[in-house]
Nanobody, 120 residues
Framework: QVQLVESGGGLVQPGGSLRLSCTASGTIFNIHAAGWYRQAPGKERELVAHIMFGDKTNYADSVKGRATISRDNAKNTVYLQIDNLKLEDTAVYYC??????????????WGQGTQVTVSS
């Protein structure tokens, strides 16, 4: 059974930085691709950042230039670094990953979410 666990959330000041971690445990063959999503009250869930099998990344316009997604395959961990945090970054952040032995048998997993609150 695969589980994704996010950590690193909390209360931060505007202009500060934060790094979130997502670690997969259980039977891990390969993290094919992963992404970070967030959802604020009254808002739709949105993709923040995505990293592909070949480590190509893309970002939402709202965080472009401020966010960096990366991965450490040896640790089965995906990171999200956000710099110059803004009030509108406040949300619950969720880790998503596609995991399987090859690209033909991938399964989709979600973490439980971690709260990020940006406030002075």
């Amino acid at each position: 059974q695969v589980q994704l666990v996010e950590s690193g959330g909390g209360l931060v000041q505007p202009g500060g930085s934060l790094r979130l971690s997502c670690t997969a445990s259980g039977t891990i063959f390969n993290i094919h691709a992963a992404g970070w999503y967030r959802q604020a009250p009254g808002k739709e869930r949105e993709l923040v950042a995505h990293i592909m099998f070949g480590d190509k990344t893309n970002y939402a316009d709202s965080v472009k230039g401020r966010a960096t997604i990366s991965r450490d395959n040896a640790k089965n961990t995906v990171y999200l670094q956000i710099d110059n945090l803004k009030l509108e970054d406040t949300a619950v952040y969720y880790c998503n990953a596609q995991i399987g032995s090859n690209w033909l048998n991938l399964l989709d997993y979600w973490g439980q979410g971690t709260q990020v609150t940006v406030s002075s």
